[in-house]
């Protein structure tokens, strides 16, 4: 199916949510204001390293209209913070780890006041070694970041014989792989609203993506109970897991309480910078080995990736890089060793692809290196490598039957840029090389192996005749809500205006697990198949019993019960509800699907794209146009065709910006960037002129577990796709993201004005 064709499938809809959002009328969280609100401020170290002995507030407190300053001895509960390791410290008490640290925070009734008391808030330390990279974190005599050291995780993989294997490769390549530390460059910086409340509870209305795993957090630093607390999360202007950890909550919490007011707290964007999560940055070097024919034998990868100075979600980002190291491949000998490393540099964490877009980069890049080496066409030898639908998993686990990849690979041939030239020069500015690549991703859904994945929802009709759906799930731009009213207006025949949606209240939602890894697509079509017989018949037996009509005889319709044969409205569901003895109600508990074999971290479900990207090198100034990205993707069913698409051509965008422009600069263990005028994302004008996204919806016979969720897959195999194609365009093979000007002429100089020819001769 071709979704930019507007007819295709269901066709597009509009995003219920989609005129108050382009308009400006939508109220997010950070908006929220209270008459009686403070402002609050969090005071940040600005020290990359260094031991702390005192926090100095008493002039803070003088400040006028300050109403409270606290620190560490403060906090009632754990002071720290972390869905993994809660070892971030709310606030710092004697070790200062990254200049993002918190070491105060403050309530003033303005933010002038509030700002002016962080400034005079001053500290005695001692500074210790500045630990910047990982080579230096793993020194024998760096200093310990961490009781434990400086390794926050290890992960490894063999099967078969990789070093004997590679003795008997006709070819083999090595490389390694650097990738930046990307930003999340959400239009809403982290913050909320928070309101203590008159039983002694608190209401929190904060963007997240997971309300319920706050709530947990939030009553370890409260020390109060979970039930208590009051997560409002929804909605969020954008955050591609950069607010899945804690951020501004654990700060405006401890103020309301403290305080007794409602406190508003929103960061800046130099504040998001230096506190917020980033991508991990990774080194990967990889040994890729291959015999004459063309099949995989042996590959061998190692990966060093910077966790940064706390563990936020640096563990199970490395076990989805690792196993992603050998996607879709069959390759009968394998060794693999990750570390995820603590340095002084900024917290990484949760970005979209979860390390499925490094470990991709770098396999990717090496069978087109394998290609080139052997004369292999690129297509070819992947289609001589690629999984078959029953094949285990990439870390030899139980999953999915999932034939995704071949077909991907297949489709991937229809695009007009497979019959073009691989590379060419502009006809009339011929300073301007074209190249032409293609890369293929398997990337994994859900929360893998030994991580708990609970899902679940409720179904229920409402005295004003709605049908509601509640989930515990958070809109962030990813367009759930429009997604949720096709599943539902499906499921029950019904209208748009029949269906109410309820999202991100813990008081009103029952627990549905995080709103990432690609699954939520995918959870809440398992709970509405879950419900939708039960709820069904609940509605028709009451039906039945308030008409004197067959049950057998109805159906569920627009506007309420219709008869099934005379097709017309017997009962509309107002009063159907308003009727009846009992609320007319299902809800479903479950998991979602995962392997049986105990890989930690390995998946069951994948889907799969393949991309080809065309690009424009300006050899004079080293710049690089993406003029056109054809993607294809199996993920099953296409429940919303708008919404599927904006989620490939963001994604592919955002990937766009991690290969070309983007990279969170850091220098002796502090931001260089601090604001968005030094960090690239790419604009409209950087957008490719065509993007075609084909989707296939084949999902191999006998699979019930419906459509996989897209969040992620638009946006991992791009780089991989570029940097071929920059390849081809001007002789040069590039292995550190982001691809920059400087890095274009430093490589490519030389080639500028060379021939087709000559050029092919430097290869």
């Known amino acids: 199916m071709l979704l930019n064709d507007r007819k295709a499938g269901r066709g597009w809809q509009i995003r219920p949510d989609g005129k108050d959002k382009t308009t400006g009328k939508l109220q997010y969280l950070t908006d929220l204001m209270d008459n009686d609100m403070l402002h609050g401020k969090v005071v940040r170290s600005h020290i990359p390293h260094a031991r702390l002995k005192e926090v100095h507030t008493k002039a803070a407190k003088a400040v006028p209209g300050v109403i409270a300053v606290i620190t560490a001895e403060d906090v009632p509960g754990l002071n720290g913070f972390g869905i993994a390791d809660p070892n971030q410290p709310v606030f710092c008490s004697d070790h200062i780890r990254y200049e993002g640290d918190a070491v105060a925070a403050i309530a003033a009734e303005s933010k002038e ?8 808030i001053t500290l005695d330390y001692e500074l210790l070694p500045v630990l910047d990279t990982p080579e230096k974190a793993l020194d024998k005599g760096a200093t310990k970041l961490h009781p434990e050291g400086n390794v926050l995780h290890e992960r490894t993989y063999r099967r078969g014989d990789a070093e004997g294997a590679f003795s008997e490769a006709a070819y083999i390549v090595e490389t390694t792989y650097e990738t930046p530390r990307q930003m999340h460059v959400f239009m809403e910086t982290e913050g909320g609203l928070f309101i203590p409340e008159e039983d002694g509870g608190l209401t929190v209305k904060a963007a997240t993506q997971h309300g319920y795993k706050d709530r947990m957090q939030l009553a370890r630093i409260l020390d109060m109970d979970e039930e208590k607390i009051r997560v409002i999360s929804s909605p969020i202007g954008g955050s591609f897991g ?37 991508r991990h940055p990774m080194v990967i070097t990889m040994k890729t080995g291959m015999t004459k024919e063309g099949k995989l034998i042996a590959h061998a990868a190692e990966i060093i990736s910077d ?26 000998h394998v060794s693999l060793a990750g570390r995820a490393v603590y340095t002084n540099n900024g917290v990484s964490g949760e970005f979209r692809g979860f390390g499925g877009n490094q470990a991709t980069f770098a396999l990717e890049g090496q069978l087109d290196r394998l290609s080139e080496e052997s004369g292999l066409d690129p297509w070819e030898l992947r289609h001589l490598n690629i999984r078959n639908e029953k094949d285990p998993g990439p870390m030899a686990q139980v999953v999915a039957p999932n034939d995704g990849p071949r077909q991907v690979l297949n489709d991937i041939l229809k695009s007009p840029l497979s019959e073009l030239a691989a590379s060419e020069t502009h006809p009339t500015e011929p300073w ?96 509405i198949q879950r419900m939708r017989g039960p709820f069904r018949k609940a509605l028709l037996e009451e039906a039945a019993k308030q008409t004197g009509l067959d049950e057998e005889e109805l159906i569920t319709g627009t506007g309420g019960i219709w008869h099934k044969t005379e097709q017309s409205l017997v009962l509309p569901y107002q009063d159907l509800e308003n009727k009846s003895a009992e609320m007319i109600y299902a809800s479903t508990e479950h998991h979602f699907p995962v392997t049986p074999d105990p890989v930690l971290g390995g998946h069951y479900l994948y889907g799969s794209t393949a991309v080809m990207a065309e690009v424009e090198v300006n050899t004079l100034n080293g710049k690089v146009a993406v003029t056109r990205v054809d993607h294809a993707v199996s993920a099953g069913e296409v429940m919303n065709p708008l919404g599927y698409l904006g989620q490939i051509e963001g994604g592919s965008i955002m990937a766009l910006g991690f290969t070309l422009s983007e990279d969170a600069v850091m220098t002796e263990g502090r931001y260089a960037t601090r604001n968005l005028d030094s960090y690239l994302v790419p604009t409209i004008k950087d957008v490719p002129h065509q993007q075609q996204v084909t989707a296939n919806e084949t999902l191999p016979e006998g699979d019930s577990f419906g459509p996989r969720g897209v969040g992620e897959i638009g946006s991992v195999a791009l780089a991989p796709a570029i940097v071929k ?39």
């Open 113 to 120: 006041a509030a700002e002016h008391a962080a400034s005079v």
């Open 432 to 527: 301007i090389k074209i190249g032409r690549g293609m890369a293929l991703a398997f990337h994994g859904s859900g929360l893998g192996y030994g991580i708990p994945d609970p899902a679940g929802g409720e179904l229920k009709l409402t005295p004003e005749g709605k049908i509601l759906a509640a989930f515990g799930h958070e809109e962030f731009g990813q367009g759930l809500i429009g997604t949720l009213g096709v599943m539902l207006t499906e499921a029950f025949s019904c209208s748009k205006e029949d269906i109410q949606i309820q999202i991100g209240d813990t008081a009103q939602v029952p627990a549905s697990g995080s709103s990432t890894a690609s699954r939520t697509t995918n959870m809440v079509w398992q709970s």
């Open 725 to 763: 194609a920059i390849r081809e365009a001007t002789g040069s093979w590039h292995t550190i993201l982001p691809v920059t000007p400087e890095r274009i002429l430093e490589e490519t100089e030389d080639l500028a004005w060379l021939t087709p020819t000559e050029k092919e001769g430097t290869r």
């Open 307 to 332: 966790t940064g100075a706390y563990a936020t979600l640096g563990g199970p980002v490395l076990n989805f890089a690792v196993e992603h190291t050998v996607g879709p491949y069959q390759i009968p």
């Open 242 to 278: 950069g607010k899945d950890e804690l951020n501004a909550q654990p700060y405006g919490a401890l103020l309301a309480v403290f305080t007794q007011r409602p406190v508003k707290m929103h960061f800046s964007r130099g504040e998001s910078v230096i506190a917020g999560i980033k």
